[in-house]
């Protein structure tokens, strides 16, 4: 589901739009937030964001696990949050 954040600028009438710190995901895609968020995207106040991806450090240990499976990345016996995230490490090429 798409995040969207408020837009910098200024409005069709000249009125000044401020950027919101945070982006907004509505919990239903389906519900009057989802379609709320639509309209202001065509309205030009809001703009459809990417989600940054967190940290491995900042994930859970189930996204862990999803990020080694999706990598093929073998856990070996890892079994908690730490192990799985040190198993991950090591199994990734070093960037500089």
Known sequence: MPLYKARQGK????GVIYGAPFAYE???PDGPAAENAAAKVEAG???EVEPA???LEKRTAGDLKAYAT????DL????TKVEILAAILAAEPKQD
Request: glycine share 10%; hydrophobic share 25%.
């Open 11 to 14: 409005d069709e009438k000249g």
């Open 26 to 28: 509505p919990k239903n």
């Open 45 to 47: 106040l809001w703009v």
């Open 53 to 55: 991806e967190k940290p």
């Open 70 to 73: 999706e990598r093929d990345i």
């Open 76 to 79: 070996g016996e890892a079994k």
